[in-house]
């Protein structure tokens, strides 16, 4: 199976990567990772030893010295850990190509030093989109791969406002041609694997293969996506937390939460623009779950001295009988990068098996993944993740 990463130098990536080295080589044993547990173990996932796996990047430092310095200053993995994923981390090194910047803001081109090649036959998306699909096919030819599953694991971008997302496959393709043309590089990345018949992954709030038009293509090139944005922390407890309160009749009056943390995505969110689309993506769950909107707060500030450690503090006011106000109060201090790794490789996993499957379109079943999951799935977690349990069952 190849694994092509979208932002293979992130924090989300190189911890995925070491993730899979520490797997092969009998280093973890597997806790945290839920294509691990007992209920999935009838299925043919693939095998540590069978990842292949390159990318695109628009930074140049190396994948060893990136693992090195997230797990330094956050100290998170041991130096033997990272020692050891050393070697293989630079044989990945060589299979990481230049992606694009097109439509991803300010903040994010400023972090570029391993921009595309300057080539002036490369002025509309549909030239970009040729470039990304040579590297695809020239990796998926070379390891003689059956699929290859891509995965976005980039900085998110600021949205595109909705009216300019493409209704048809069609449309979508005409706007490849233009020069004006609102697709974010993030569904460049989800264009260019869908129509190649490959598996896409969002892991983040970028726009991906949101819009109707690209599911289109899915759906027409016999192939499957899922995102959005994967859900962690915070977003993780409130959709554990919110069917509480609804299955107990309690009215949530209003919930607010506060999320600190330092890493590099903390930095890219510091910009209004990137950190609208969080926002957007995080705050949708509660009123979705209640049927009802309380007044909510989401903040999320970049704490540099925080490294990949995030605080959340939420405050949720509610009343209960006779109209009597009640506070639940929850401190959440995650490390970024080692909640997100194991879902990242989960659904790397499951998408490869639903892609050999057959199966088309946004994968709903996978929704227990996402902050803001495609294809209309239930809000609350645990009727999400019977939907992955059900498609277990029935998938061999
Ligand atoms: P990061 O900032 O460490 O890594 C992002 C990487 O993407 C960087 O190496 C950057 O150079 C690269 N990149 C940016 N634009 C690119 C482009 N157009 N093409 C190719 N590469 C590009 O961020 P981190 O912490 O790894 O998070 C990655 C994404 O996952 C973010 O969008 C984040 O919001 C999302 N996410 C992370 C979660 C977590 O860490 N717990 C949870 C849910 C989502």
Known sequence: LGLWLIGARGGVAVTAIAGIIAQRLGLADGTALVSELPQFAHLPLAKWDDI?????EIRSAPLADELERLHRE???????LVAACRPELEKIDAEIRPGTLWNVGAKITELADFPPPANPAEQLPRDILKRLQADLTDFQTRHKLDTVVILNVSSTEPLPNQALWPATWAEAEASLARPDCPLPASSLYAIAALDLGLPF????????ALPAGIDELARL???????RDGKTGETLMKSV???MFAARNLNVMSWVGHNIFGNLDGKVLDDPANKQAKIQSKDRLITDILGYTPQ??????HIESLGDWKTAWDHIHFQGFLGTPMTLQFTWQGCDSILAAPLAIDLVRFTALAKKRGETGALPWLASFFKSPQGNPPPAFADQY???EAWAQDAK
């Open 386 to 388: 019977r939907a992955l």
């Open 52 to 56: 292949v796996i390159g990318g695109h």
């Open 221 to 227: 090139r016999n192939t499957c996506h899922a995102g």
């Open 201 to 208: 992954v969002n892991f983040t709030p970028s726009l991906g």
């Open 241 to 243: 937390l919110a069917p």
């Open 296 to 301: 909510t707060l989401i903040s999320i500030e």
């Open 74 to 80: 956050s100290r998170v993995l041991s130096p033997q």
